[in-house]
């Protein structure tokens, strides 16, 4: 049988409430469903920093620290966190939500300086994730060693993470910092970044 499931799919940028239901909630439902019936033990689940979207970048979180979505696709991420609690709280499911920064090659703006995951320490946070001899339901925050740092990770020490890379060496991208985060805009005040003005608008 299948031991371990990374789940990656879905819709990964703001979309109506409709299709976020139809893949990121519906689609993640059906997973654990099938897992249990299954008997895989064990969910690697890609969440997303925009399940805490609205704290504010002066605030740092831990796995402890609410949810606080910043958009339709952060609420169906803080729904994937939950489900997985909960098949794990009846069935014994075990899950790492990942809560995924910035994932690129290279921060493309001063506020990735703090959330910027390079792809060798995401390849390593999955690889602590499916080995570590137990994981319960764990929430961990996708990111590399940077110097500016917004999220605490020394809850889920039992992971065995060691990032090995930092957004410091593409400081020299942002030699002014002075700015940010900017009085009155909420896409450097909040921790959500332009999340915040791609919801829905009224």
């Known amino acids: ?32 469903e099938a897992l249990h019936k299954a008997g895989t033990k ?12 609205y704290h504010h970048v002066n605030t740092v979180l831990d796995a402890d620290s609410p949810t606080r979505p910043d958009s339709y696709y952060g609420l ?9 609690r909960y098949y794990f709280d009846r069935f014994g499911i075990e899950t790492v939500c ?28 999955l690889r602590c994730s499916l080995f570590a ?10 990111m590399s060693d940077n110097d500016s740092v917004w999220w ?11 990032p090995k890379d930092s957004s410091s060496k593409f400081a020299h991208l942002f030699p002014d910092t002075s700015d940010f985060p900017a009085k009155d805009d909420v896409t450097t ?9 791609d919801g829905p608008q009224y």
């Open 189 to 197: 005040m909040y921790q959500g970044g332009k999340f915040l003005l």
């Open 152 to 162: 605490d990770n020394r809850l889920v020490s039992h992971l065995g993470y060691k």
């Open 42 to 53: 064990r969910v690697i689940f890609a969440s997303s920093n925009h399940a805490i979207g």
């Open 1 to 32: 049988g299948v031991e371990a499931v990374l789940h990656f799919g879905g819709i990964s940028t703001e979309k109506p409430f409709e299709p976020s239901m139809q893949a990121n909630i519906l689609g993640v439902a059906n997973l654990y």
């Open 76 to 84: 169906s991420k803080v729904f994937g966190e939950q489900i997985a």
């Open 98 to 125: 990942i809560r995924i920064g910035s994932s690129f090659p290279e921060p493309a703006n001063k506020r990735m300086m703090s959330t910027w995951f390079s792809y060798d320490d995401l390849v390593e946070m």
């Open 133 to 142: 001899p137990r994981v319960g339901h764990t929430i961990v925050y996708g």
